[in-house]
């Protein structure tokens, strides 16, 4: 692996931006588990979703597998932005959830 | 010379989806890092996958034109459908009484007036 990522320059700079990406996606992690409402935790779930299909793009180029990876890619997105409507348009009507007085916000 | 300007692409792309990371984590409203979230994600997904798209165009065929449509494809989508689910969940913060910054501290200035 380290060898095939070393002969490929451009292989190797993709595996750096992939895990760089996966670093980074776990400060909206902590978003997500510390939030203080439900919809700021929707809000992360959003972030780290549109940054997944960056990912599954990317892994299927360092696997040259492209073009079977694409269409997950198509689908997760599809299916992201669905959860993220549904979601938020669910917690809308329940005003008692959100409303978290004297806390930290 | 392709390179240069996809590593360019994708440089840029993690600088601006670390700061938007770094915002959601950082800032301190429910509003500001809908604002840090809503751009900053959606720039930073369409300048990797520009850059991607750029790096299988490399060796023209047809399959490679395919692959390189199907992601820029994902981009239009995803310009069209981040902002949206942006605007839905702010509309639902908005609906369901989340206070925005300044009217919490004067609440808590208010607070401890009275006290």
Known sequence: MITSAFSNPMEFFFIMIGVCLLLFMFLPLYRVVRGPTVITRILGVNVIGTKTTVLIILIGTIYNRVEMFVDIAIAYALLNFIVSLAASRFFQRHKAINIEEDEEW | ?115
Do not use: C, W
């Open chain 2, 1 to 115: 010379m392709v390179n240069i300007i996809i590593v360019i692409l994708m440089l840029l792309g993690l600088f601006f989806f670390f700061g938007t990371a770094v915002g959601v984590v950082h800032f301190p409203d429910f509003y500001s890092r809908m604002h840090a979230a809503g751009k900053g994600d959606t720039l930073s997904t369409a300048l990797i996958l520009t850059g991607l798209a750029l790096y299988h165009l490399q060796d023209f065929n047809l399959d490679t034109l395919l692959v390189s449509g199907k992601i820029m494809s994902i981009v239009l989508y995803i310009f069209i459908a981040s902002p949206t689910a942006t605007h839905a969940i702010m509309d639902a913060g908005y609906e369901s009484g989340i206070q925005h910054l300044s009217n919490l501290e004067r609440k808590n200035k208010q607070k401890g007036e009275t006290k």
